[in-house]
């Protein structure tokens, strides 16, 4: 789950060129443009990450009443990617003080420094409104012997870079579109978004994608207790940024239910290969290259424009890239901040 209000401190200020009443910080990986002189360095704040939803009826979230909105029946503001003075802004940060239902004291504690205080402050994760032919008929929860994907951002994990980690990644392009999920356990087959189980209904995309595709059959007769997880991408989804002409499912992870573990890339490759020998069809997400870290040497800004490019279609850009250690144990996003400025209002 994402953490979207957490206590960080501010690594580093900088000027921005031709601006009075504003710098630029960097937050423990992320870069945020503050009031000029409310922060030092080694000053902590609460931080909010993008996508997280203010709510305005909070005092302390009202001089950004000019970019309210309505969401979920509540007042409030969508964090998002934006460029002020030339300069790339994630998130919000503002100073402890104005927050004293956090106990300063308590923050000594290192469980607490890395909690989410998200909930105290009326604070949520702002989501897209899906269209009904994602949304289905609810079977019910997500199942809970499944992992859902979400994806850590790299501004999360800067000591991920800083250690040099030697280890093999697989780089994936990261398509934009819905999170689905197909299953076999223990003779039972479904389909999932990113929330909930779905019932079989005529007008629903993702089952009738699994049908098209003949998955169900092919996992059944394979027998293996395992999720297919992936991104339905196409028309009607996400404003088609791809510029496809219908609808497709793409494959980036298999889930072994069994083990309740990602399969590495080799195991989920051989995997894939099977379910095709079976008579599915069997799309995945476009393989960029297989690496290490160590040729970014440990710099972020390094990960964010390697981020940037074209995508499935190449007249496209990517949203971004995603990095999986090839054992499965790892992985992260690195979002495109120019495809995130371009497409601020999802």
């Given amino acids: 789950m994402r953490k979207l209000a957490t206590v960080r401190t501010v690594d580093t200020i900088r000027p921005i060129p031709g601006a009075d009443a504003i710098e630029c910080a960097v937050v423990e990986g992320w870069t945020v443009v503050i009031k000029k002189g409310e922060f030092a360095v080694g000053d902590r704040g609460l931080f909010f990450e993008i996508d997280a939803f203010l709510p305005l009826d909070d005092p302390r979230f009202a001089f950004l009443e000019k970019s309210a909105i309505t969401w979920n029946e509540r007042r409030g ?27 300063a004291l308590a923050l000594a504690d290192p469980a607490l420094r890395q909690r989410d205080w998200a909930a105290l402050f009326g604070v949520e994760k702002w989501e897209p409104v899906i269209p009904a032919c994602l949304s289905g008929e609810v079977e019910g929860a997500f199942p809970s012997f499944i ?33 689905m999920t197909v299953f076999h356990n223990a003779g039972a087959l479904g389909v999932c978004g990113r929330n909930w189980q779905l019932r079989e209904t005529a007008g629903n995309s993702l089952w009738r994608v ?52 990602y399969c590495g890339m080799e195991e989920r490759s051989a995997l894939l290969d099977l379910l095709r020998e079976l008579g599915a069809t069997v799309r995945t997400v476009p393989l960029l290259e297989v690496t290490t870290l160590d040729r970014f040497g440990g710099s972020m800004a390094e990960v964010l424009a390697f981020a940037e490019g074209p995508s499935l279609n190449p007249a496209c850009a990517r949203e971004g890239l995603v990095f999986k250690r090839l054992d499965g144990g790892l992985s992260f996003k690195a979002i495109s901040n120019s495809y995130l400025l371009k497409h601020s209002d999802r």
């Fill in 77 to 103: 503001v969508r964090l998002r990617t934006m460029k002020l003075r030339g300069q790339i802004s994630q998130g919000l940060i503002l100073p402890l003080s104005q927050f004293a239902e956090i106990d």
């Fill in 147 to 179: 992992a859902k994907t979400d994806q850590e951002r790299i501004q999360n994990l800067p000591e991920v870079l800083a250690a040099g980690d030697a280890h093999v990644f697989e780089v994936t392009v990261k398509l934009d579109g819905s999170s």
């Fill in 210 to 261: 699994a049908r098209q595709d003949r998955l169900l059959e092919a996992l059944a007769t394979l027998g293996r207790n395992v999720a297919l997880q992936g991104e339905i991408i196409g028309e009607g989804i996400q404003g088609n940024p791809e510029k496809l002409r219908g609808q497709a499912f793409h494959v980036f992870d298999v889930f072994d239910i069994d083990r309740s573990s």
